[in-house]
């Protein structure tokens, strides 16, 4: 089974322009390498993938279901989401940094609430209304990704439970 991570933001932005400024973070970053563009993220059958084998996609969402957990338990609707799929034979762990990497400035690059999430149940960072939250577990904030972080946060838990 693959490890799949999805950051939800609800914004403005289409997914073309979010795919443009993740694939220049990630050149600048050394994630990606030099050929990879906003295109090859935002098209259907085509992946970009970072050095150590993450898959990347952007994605303009469809309307979600009104019992949609993110729209029900945190109360925005998505428009843009950022798939992470993380490849086999290359440490998870080296692939989450990279994923920190990419995501952390692009939040500071794309307006929006957004909420990145382990299949709807680990709740790595919620942004609402522009207070940035992340989980409070240090297994998943370790201080070398806490310090890739460059905007104010707190720690908090969310789910998307909705009992």
Not at 126 to 132: F, T, V
């Amino acid at each position: 089974m693959a490890i799949e991570y999805d950051l939800d933001i609800a914004t403005r932005s289409p997914a073309s322009e979010v795919a443009s400024r993740l694939a220049e973070i990630g050149r600048d970053s050394g994630v990606f390498d030099e050929s990879i563009t906003g295109a090859p993220l935002t098209e259907k059958g085509v992946f970009a993938y970072t050095r150590r084998g993450t898959c990347v996609t952007v994605i303009q969402q469809r309307q979600p279901r009104p019992w949609d957990p993110i729209v029900t338990k945190f109360g925005f609707t998505p428009t843009v989401g950022v798939g992470f799929r993380m490849g086999r034979g290359t440490d998870t762990s080296n692939q989450q940094d990279d994923m920190i990497r990419l995501m952390t400035p692009l939040l500071d690059r794309v307006e929006g609430d957004a909420v990145l999430h382990y299949q709807f149940e680990v709740i790595w960072l919620l942004r609402k209304n522009g207070d940035l939250s992340l989980d409070e577990r240090d297994d998943l904030w370790r201080p070398e990704r806490l310090a890739l972080v460059t905007r104010p946060c707190r720690r908090e838990t969310h789910t998307m439970d909705t009992d």
